[in-house]
């Protein structure tokens, strides 16, 4: 598997080869499959006071679907436009050595949820081999010079950290003053329509917390 990122049909696909093992695809039998599942079914009833049995057996099982056609192989991932990508190979290198079924989608979706950037995502398992997500962006809409930093303001007053500012300079407003990141988008929804008026203004002060 070629280890690069590539833009096919607007789905950015992230090539894992770098914290997966290349595997040729395996024909899997479908009766040794639920074969095999009927005998864990049974083995389970006989040792249900014995905990670690169980899961001993259940990571026998999740290896062999893994080596049996149902590894992770691909991750499908829309709607990222200003997500650091790199973030993405942390999570999914801890399921490098398990089926696609024993990924934990919830924890998956936690993870994501993490980035600054991520309003929304959503997590899907597709057989055999593959995790697609889509991703619902923050909306960037003003930098905000504070005492401390200078940070992205997103469209419901949310700071953005750990973002190259200089991307933004030239297309985003600056503003400044207590709270400004909180009480700049009405102002902003008013300035879009006079795009004459919203072109000439650069800068903005929020003053005492009330006025502009």
Do not use: C
């Amino acid at each position: 598997m070629m280890n690069k990122v590539a833009v096919i049909n607007n789905y950015l696909t992230i090539g894992i080869g770098k914290i997966l093992k290349k595997r040729k695809f395996k024909k899997f039998n479908i009766p040794t499959f639920f074969s095999f599942i009927f005998i864990f079914g049974i083995i389970s009833l006989g040792v249900q006071l014995q905990p670690n049995k169980i899961q001993n057996l259940a990571k026998m099982i999740d290896l062999f679907l893994a080596n049996n056609g149902f590894s992770l192989k691909n991750v499908e991932i829309t709607g990222m436009k200003y997500t650091n990508k790199k973030e993405f190979f942390e999570i999914f290198n801890n399921y490098k050595n398990s089926s696609i079924f024993s990924m934990d989608l919830s924890k998956i979706h936690r993870e994501i949820l993490k980035n600054n950037w991520v309003s929304q995502n959503y997590v899907e398992r597709v057989l055999p081999d593959t995790i697609k997500i889509k991703i619902v962006e923050n909306e960037p809409i003003a930098i905000w010079q504070n005492n401390i930093s200078n940070n992205i303001v997103t469209k419901d007053g949310e700071l953005v950290f750990d973002v190259d500012i200089n991307k933004f300079k030239n297309k985003l407003p600056i503003i400044n003053g207590n709270q400004a990141n909180k009480n700049i988008g009405p102002l902003l929804d008013i300035l879009k329509s006079n795009e004459f008026l919203s072109r000439e203004i650069w800068s903005l002060s929020f003053i005492n917390m009330r006025r502009w």
